[in-house]
């Protein structure tokens, strides 16, 4: 499996396209803008886009998604967040004033499920807190963990649907469970290991 990382938006998020080591299957993870500049790059590549799997509905994550549809490309979110998709409170588009018609979902998911691209397994993770239906995606020793956990830090939890004690008991019960070498590609910023933050994260000091 190889990545690529577009950091992409006004609030640089970060969307990853996945795909095979030979080329072939592909998948994005995300998609809060960038489909222009992600969809030349598959094609350099030689791989073909078969889905968007978002990590959660907020605005930064899925203002492209119709643009990934519109291309043939199914986009996909958890059961518990699909209604974000639409939602201008919640995604937080009218809170950031933005004009965005939403997004439609083709299939969800939930935790545990298993999708198949190619040769490359993904993992659904749920991991409740920055939003209800949050979720990251694990390949390999890779995780995806969208605004759940960054470097040093976690997501927020001040906007709808969030809560800050089910996230700590997200990362603790389910991202903690990981290797120490695991990698980490959070939805902004740098990446970063699980063991790295067992280490020094200081909102999970004392709990793992």
Known sequence: MKYEVFTVGALDSNTYLVYEEKGGEAFVVDAGGGYEEVAARAKELGVKISAVLLTHG?????????KYRAAGIRVGISASDVYMLTDRRDNLARYMGL???GATADFTFSDGDVLT?????????????HTAGSCCFLCDNVCFSGDTLFLNSIGRTDF????HSTLIRSIKEKLMALPDDVIVLPGHDEPTTVGEERRNNPYLEGLC
């Open 160 to 163: 709808p649907t969030g809560d």
């Open 99 to 101: 004009k965005f018609d």
């Open 117 to 129: 691209f190619g040769t490359v397994t993904v993992k659904v993770v749920s991991t409740p807190g």
């Open 58 to 66: 907020h605005f930064d994550h899925i203002l492209d998604a119709e």
